[in-house]
């Protein structure tokens, strides 16, 4: 499957993203979990803080600091590590 975080916002408003190809029961069901918990990209974060899109082929789920799940954490940090 392939994976897709675009984080966008903060104090500078520098725009990161990362894109992994990777398969296995551990990425399923973390991305099942991460996209399960988003919001439609209406939902509000805090000032200056990171909003975020994850992408698992085609799907797209957004989601914002500090309302991040621990599997939406985990596969933003994993995501953004190893696709850079």
């Given at each position: 499957?392939?994976?897709?975080?675009?984080?966008?916002?903060?104090?500078?408003?520098?725009?990161r993203s990362a894109e992994v190809e990777a398969?296995?029961?551990e990425w399923e069901s973390l991305t099942a979990a991460a996209l399960a918990d988003g919001d439609d990209g209406g939902g509000r974060g805090v000032?200056?803080?990171f909003s975020y899109e994850i992408t698992v082929d085609g799907r797209t789920a957004h989601c914002r600091d500090?309302?991040?799940?621990?599997?939406?954490r985990t596969l933003v940090t994993r995501v953004l590590k190893e696709g850079a």
């Open positions: 499957m392939r994976i897709r975080v675009r984080r966008t916002g903060g104090f500078a408003g520098i725009e398969s296995g029961p000032p200056d803080g500090p309302h991040l799940t621990d599997a939406q």
